[in-house]
């Protein structure tokens, strides 16, 4: 009765596991100095919590994108077991979201993770700032800045780029355009749900 036992936890647990490796075969995820890792490694960087605070410094046509990012983010909720809440204070945010202008950068998006830490072996964010560079998004039509944000809020939570399938984390714009993938997907949320 006992040799049964372990051996239906055993075949449970292999399920599992090849259930989630499965779901994370077309996922990349951000290791320390910016290394790209698999969510096995256990060097993938990822929120302490599951609720992060975050704030945005952006106001007009970005300030919209990054609020519409994070609410549809937050809708992948269910599945990626994730959320971000506005605090009552911008000093207790751990994720910012800003505006830039820099023409001779050759980005439109950037995630920086401002501050991390390693605890048992896990690695951690601190503090995450991501930027949406006006010198590109400024002649950007309304669903193409919703998506460039949508792509850096991915990056905020440890996501890499992946340009397997039409997801948010493809890593170039006009790729995200022309397959009009301007918020986050179930590919994307099964990519984050494997870390958290």
Not at 94 to 100: A, E, R
Not at 114 to 138: E, H, I, K, P, R
Not at 148 to 175: F, K, R
């Amino acid at each position: 009765m006992t040799k049964r036992i372990y051996t239906i936890v055993a075949v449970l647990l292999f399920a599992v596991v090849v259930e989630q490796e499965s779901k994370a075969l077309a996922c990349t995820y951000f290791g320390p100095g910016g290394s790209i890792v698999s969510p096995f490694s256990g060097t993938a960087l990822r929120w302490f919590y599951t609720s992060v605070p975050y704030w945005t410094t952006s106001t007009g046509s970005d300030g919209v994108a990054w609020e519409f990012a994070t609410y549809y983010w937050d809708q992948q909720t269910p599945t990626t077991g994730f959320d971000f809440y506005i605090p009552s204070s911008q000093g207790s945010a751990f994720i910012f979201l800003h505006s830039t202008n820099q023409p001779m950068a050759s980005w439109d998006g950037l995630a920086v993770d401002t501050d991390t830490m390693s605890y048992m072996g896990t690695n951690f964010f601190l503090q995450v700032d991501a930027f949406l560079n006006d010198a590109f998004t400024s002649g950007y039509s309304d669903s193409a800045r919703l998506g460039v944000a949508s792509h850096e809020v991915g990056h905020t939570i440890g996501l890499h780029h992946d340009n397997s399938v039409c997801q948010v984390m493809i890593g170039d714009t006009p790729s995200r355009n022309s397959c009009s993938s301007f918020t986050p997907n179930s590919t994307d949320a099964n990519c984050a749900a494997v870390i958290y």
